[in-house]
């Protein structure tokens, strides 16, 4: 037989039997058994923890971002935050650069670890054993972002293992480019500066795109301890740190040695540490409660949800109308001060200041509710001109009493019990505010024209149909006189008042706009006969705001407003409508000289406001014709009147008859079609004006 058979004698090798062999394989496919099931059972396990934090909600990331309040001209107003300023980036504006120091120096395996890094806790957890305490970590990317998000930075177990929960449930939920966005706006920089795009801000005074590699590195090393590698608190502690991570992208392949060396090399320029000072605080709370009561957003998206709110403030004239509040109101008593500043053209609100010292009092007195005075009766007596009174409408000025109703009785005074004891004009009682005139122009239309009037004109307060509603009796706000009289200003074309002019979210996209809507109330004609009456307030004789022509030596209209508590300035130019209030909170009672600030707080501002620019007259509409008159008889001046003035009507009602009381047959000179400027006045009249006011 050949050598491949077994010789019949032959025998096994010593220790191997058949049962030997049979135990071998058992256990072989036993082992393997357990095996496959203990990997199954694995994987099981892995699926089914992926079903359970699958389907358990993450909760809602939070990270609050800075909002921004900006004047007209796209300058900072004031930011808005809770402790925490953020400007959120996407990635795509976010530097590589800055992109890869951060992975490099703080997670160089995210794109490959799913949330946790085994490498790490093992280091850590060896660290930890021969420690005997908790005293490294091996937080990923995404575990920092966890534990920014959701927990707080306690060194426990039990943290951690919520940490690690919410940072798989993280890379479930979230693919990994977002959560590194994630991160890199909520990383903290010190200085109350979280994410890049505020670090870039703060340090360097740029748009994280802006960034140089050497910025970029940098900026990645702070997070790591951000008071220690402050470079405005430990700037060498920043710039060692700048080349560990340097290095850390080096050997991750992202920079060569030499561009390490070159950059490492690169000087520094930091933007100084800033505090960004409130500007116009009471605007500011008004922006505020505008952005809630009007355009509907809540008060947590308006602190934390990285808006743009873009105003129509125009901050240098909100720095004037602080400087002449500051200039004529004392700071140390309790007198108040509020100024609101408009556009005439537009109702955009330029200025606010609502009080003397936002530091001391946070209350609003542009929004309060205080008596006008006859700072109301143009109102009256536009209502009167559209009723087929006249600028030349004479009434007798003397002590009268009133009987209305069911017997009831109303008995007006002049201020200081000053009155005319003759026939006066229209033009001459809105000029020396003549309280009985205007009761009497009252009671002659009806007592609901006037109310009728004032909220067409903008008067939002509920007026009743009261005699002394002609004086100014019920409380309304100065935000509210302004947009009345800005009516008034625009010839009669009704405009709401605005203060924001869009809202955006944090990505650019518009929450809420402006709409601008105009009606006509009333006719340009008899606005503008009004505004030609109320220039006369500031006349040198007899005007209630004569003093304020010491400052202001431009066209401008308004009316005074006086009562015990409440002194009142309110006017325009062609431009700007302007009103001042000032008084006590608590209703004290103004001295001689409190009641007069408000002229001097008006002119100043006017003034400042005004100094350099052209003096344009108001714009005669159609429908009116001017005449000069003579204010005795209230009839066409001759050339025997020794006094008279040019005045407004609209056509159709003017007079027709010349003076009974000075005689004459000719008009006393050619009426002329308009007029371009107010003459010059000398130093010595303006001296004059001083000495006797």
Not at 62 to 71: D, E, G, K, N
Not at 149 to 154: E, V
Not at 546 to 569: E, F, H, Y
Request: charged letters at 25%; proline letters at 6%; glycine letters at 8%.
């Amino acid at each position: 037989m050949g050598d491949e058979m077994q010789k019949p004698n032959a025998r096994p090798s010593p220790g191997w039997t058949p049962l030997t062999e049979t135990k071998w394989f058992q256990r072989s496919r036993l082992f393997f058994r357990w095996t496959f099931y203990g990997l199954a059972g694995c994987a099981a396990s892995v699926l089914l923890g992926f079903l359970v934090l699958k389907s358990q909600p993450l909760p809602e990331p939070v990270q609050p971002l800075t909002t921004h309040i900006y004047s007209d001209d796209g300058r900072l107003i004031d930011e808005l935050h809770s402790g925490e300023k953020r400007e959120y980036v996407p990635l795509e504006n976010i530097p590589p650069a800055l992109i890869q120091a951060t992975i490099a120096v703080e997670d160089r395996f995210f794109y490959d670890h799913f949330g946790l890094s085994p490498r790490g806790i093992l280091r850590a957890a060896w660290t930890d054993l021969k420690e005997m305490a908790l005293v490294e970590g091996a937080s990923t990317i995404t575990q920092q972002l966890a534990r920014n998000l959701y927990l707080s930075h306690d060194r426990t177990w039990a943290r951690k293992l919520k940490e690690a929960k919410y940072a798989l449930q993280l890379e479930i939920h979230y693919d990994k480019d977002t959560l590194l966005e994630m991160y890199l706006n909520e990383v903290y920089f010190g200085h109350q500066a979280y994410g890049v795009g505020q670090a870039a801000k703060m340090f360097f005074g740029k748009k994280p795109e802006d960034l140089t590699v050497a910025e970029c590195a940098l900026l990645a090393g702070i997070p790591k301890g951000a008071g220690t590698y402050s470079p405005y608190i430990h700037p060498d502690n920043a710039k060692e740190r700048q080349l560990v991570v340097l290095k850390a992208m080096e050997r991750e392949g992202y920079l060569t040695r030499d561009e390490v060396n070159e950059i490492a090399r690169q000087p520094l320029s930091y933007k100084p540490p800033q505090t960004t000072e409130t500007q116009a605080p009471y605007f500011r709370d008004y922006i505020k409660s505008l952005a809630v009561h009007r355009y509907g957003l809540n008060q947590d998206q308006i602190e934390n949800g990285g808006l743009h709110i873009y105003t129509t403030l125009d901050l240098d004239l909100q720095q004037q109308a602080e400087r002449a509040i500051q200039q004529h109101i004392d700071t140390d008593s309790e007198l108040q001060a509020a100024l609101i500043a408009v556009d005439s053209k537009t109702g955009a609100i330029k200025a606010m200041v609502g009080g003397t010292d936002y530091e001391k009092t946070q209350y609003n007195r542009t929004l309060a509710k205080r008596q006008p005075g006859s700072a109301f009766k143009p109102f009256l007596y536009l209502s009167a001109l559209e009723d087929g009174f006249t600028p030349a409408t004479m009434m007798k000025s003397e002590p009268t009493t009133f009987t209305y109703g069911d017997d009831e009785v109303y008995k007006p005074q002049n201020y200081h019990g000053q009155y005319a004891y003759r026939p006066i004009t229209m033009r001459e009682a809105l000029v020396r505010s003549d309280n009985v005139y205007a009761v009497k122009t009252h009671f002659k239309l009806g007592l609901q024209p006037l109310v009728e009037t004032a909220e067409q004109l903008g008067i939002k307060e509920n007026l009743s149909p009261h005699p002394s509603l002609a004086l100014g009796s019920i409380p309304v706000s100065p935000l509210e006189m302004t947009e009345a009289y800005t009516t008034i200003a625009r010839q009669g074309e009704h405009v709401g008042l605005t203060a924001i002019k869009r809202i955006e979210d944090s990505r650019g996209n518009v929450l809420a706009e402006a709409d601008i809507t105009s009606e006509r109330v009333a006719s340009p004609a008899y606005t503008f006969v009004l505004t030609h009456m109320m220039q006369g307030v500031f006349d040198d004789e007899g005007g209630t705001g004569n003093i304020v022509r010491q400052l202001v030596k431009r066209p401008v209209a308004g009316k005074t407003g006086t009562t015990d508590w409440d002194s009142w300035m309110i006017g325009f130019d062609t431009d700007l409508v302007t009103t001042v209030w000032v008084g006590y909170d608590q209703n004290e009672k103004l001295s001689y000289t409190d009641a007069r600030a408000a002229k001097w707080v008006w002119g100043s501002f006017m003034q400042r406001v005004t100094r350099g620019k052209a003096n344009r007259v108001f714009e005669v509409p159609e429908g009116v014709t001017p005449a000069y008159i003579d204010p005795a008889s209230g009839r066409l001046a001759t050339e025997n009147c020794p006094n008279y003035y040019l005045e407004y009507f609209v056509t159709g009602t003017q007079p027709t008859e010349t003076c009974d009381v000075h005689g004459g047959s000719r008009p006393a000179k050619p009426v002329p079609v308009e007029r371009k400027e107010v003459p010059e006045r000398s130093w010595f009249d303006r001296l004059k004006d001083w000495w006797q006011h």
